[in-house]
């Protein structure tokens, strides 16, 4: 019979304490009410640490405080999360079911609550409700033209070097890997007048769990809910459109939240991803080589990302809709769960060795699963191939500008990043962002007269997007099919 282990119903109940010999007693410096860990503070700076003591005090289930001592389960073995994620009949991510919010353990000021407080749309509904919601967000996903996709990623990852390609200097986390994927999703959700630094900044903050997430919350719904009663009056060929327009018919409430999920579980997601890829790429010489020598694509190697720094480390959160057990401990009805993401994908039952080799295995943690599995995946994964793709394009001989153990990050209980990646490389002019990617213009060829070694003049490269555009020119239309660079350049303009 499993023994009756700690259940966290609340935070200064003495009476709910751990039983004498539980592993909660002792634990000494940097722990909260009744013995628990903290996941936040100055103790949980490194929360993989964190989840290490808790696996090895507890096991697959731990228990542990949020910020305000707020109690809640981690889930830390990969079965285990698996088995809370595809098991929706024990198990939901409806908050309003969460004891410490109805019995006012959370107050409203709570610096999780954006993350916490129930909204209408389908993360947080489950039945027939969260068929309907979900089923206008994969509706609006699928118009998306995926092909068409790329080509923007490239050209908007293009933009992006153009603007510290000449300087041969750069922080890749400041100005690649933060910038990229919203301006990408601002494009797809048919804002991209509202790509700016402010809206960056305020993207990062909202999941930081500070004073100011609350504020950063509302700058990005105006936002949303501005693009949300635009598209209500003028219908157009992007994401927010065809989600007003799916047959759910969701309301502007269930619009402006849906268009918020999406934007940020697709910018967190890869902005970190981004950063992670690009670390190990410039910190770790086997993996550049294996990559630069074909013996792993980009793809592989984002998958690798995935599995050894998944873009957010955990989500809250999940809830019981009855009392169960996972992982050996007892879940009382209303207790909150964490997915712990990160600490399920060391989980040494299913990775003993985590220098293994994980190509070609998507068994990962970092999208979820079950019901609530990311809908976004694909966008996601096709900014982390393109952009790093792109950026190793343009600049080869990329450096780290710094020693690898000078590099910060910055954590949160939602994820782990990078603050800053500074990289050095050979100054390079600004390229056309409509080039063939991989396709440089010839060198002039050395003319008769031109001695051996003399060196050629260099061309000159139109700026992209400060030069007037000159006036078309009149040119008949070619007999025949075009040749094959033509159709190929035709292909990647989208004609």
């Not at 889930?75 to 999360?81: C, F, W």
């Not at 991209?192 to 100011?212: C, F, H, M, S, W």
């Not at 105006?222 to 459109?241: G, P, Q, Y």
């Not at 962002?433 to 007269?449: A, E, G, I, T, Y």
Request: some cysteine; aromatic content about 4%; proline content about 10%.
């Amino acid at each position: 019979m499993t023994p009756d282990p700690y259940s966290p119903t609340g935070t200064h109940d003495t009476a709910l304490d751990p039983p004498p010999g539980c592993p909660a007693h002792g634990l000494g410096l940097g722990t909260g009410p009744g013995g628990l860990r903290r996941l936040y503070g100055p103790e949980a700076e490194d929360l993989g640490a964190v989840y290490e003591k808790l696996r090895a005090e507890h096991g697959a289930v731990a228990p542990a405080l949020l910020h305000d001592d707020v109690p809640v389960w981690v889930v830390l073995g990969h079965g285990e999360n698996m088995h809370m994620v595809r098991t929706p009949s024990q198990y939901s991510r409806d908050p309003r079911l969460w004891t410490c919010l109805n019995d006012g353990t959370i107050k409203p000021d709570h610096p999780l609550m954006p993350i916490i407080a129930w909204q209408p749309m389908c993360s947080h509904a489950e039945g027939d409700e969260h068929l309907r919601l979900r089923g206008a967000v994969t509706g609006a996903m699928s118009t998306i033209d995926h092909r068409g996709i790329r080509r923007h990623i490239n050209r908007a990852s293009q933009h992006l070097v153009n603007k510290f390609c000449e300087k041969g200097t750069a922080d890749l986390v400041a100005q690649f890997a933060e910038h990229l994927p919203m301006a990408v999703m601002c494009e797809v959700l048919g804002m991209p007048e509202e790509y700016n630094d402010r809206i960056v900044q305020a993207a990062r903050d909202l999941l930081k769990g500070t004073e100011t997430s609350i504020a950063s919350n509302e700058y990005i719904m105006d936002a949303l809910m501005r693009l949300t009663a635009s598209r209500r009056v003028e219908s157009r060929n992007d994401f927010a459109s065809h989600l007003i327009n799916h047959p759910a018919r969701l309301n502007d409430e269930e619009v402006g939240q849906h268009l918020r999920l999406v934007l940020i579980a697709a910018y967190e997601n890869t902005a970190n991803l981004l950063a992670n890829v690009l670390r190990v790429v410039l910190t770790d010489p086997g993996f550049r080589a294996r990559l630069n020598g074909g013996q792993m694509t980009v793809p592989q190697a984002v998958e690798q990302s995935m599995w050894d720094e998944p873009p957010f480390s955990a989500i809250l959160g999940y809830f019981a809709k009855q009392e169960t057990e996972l992982g050996g401990q007892r879940i009382r009805k209303g207790d909150g769960l964490i997915l712990g993401i990160a600490p399920g994908n060391v989980d040494p039952r299913v990775r003993p060795d985590l220098k293994a080799n994980m190509q070609g295995n998507r068994s990962h943690l970092a999208f979820s699963g079950g019901p609530h599995e990311c809908p976004g995946q694909d966008i996601g994964r096709a900014i982390a191939d393109v952009g790093v793709d792109a950026l190793l394009n343009r600049v080869p001989d990329i450096q780290l500008d710094c020693d690898e153990d000078e590099l910060n990050w910055r954590s949160s209980i939602s994820n782990r990043h990078l603050v800053e990646l500074p990289v050095k490389f050979m100054p390079r002019p600004p390229q056309d962002v409509m080039q063939l990617p991989s396709m440089n213009p010839l060198p002039p060829q050395r003319s008769k007269d031109m001695p051996v070694g003399a060196v050629r003049p260099q061309p000159v490269v139109p700026e992209p997007a400060t030069a007037e555009p000159a006036a078309p020119v009149a040119t008949p239309e070619p007999a025949g099919r075009p040749g094959l660079f033509g159709r190929l350049l035709r292909w990647w303009r989208g004609d």
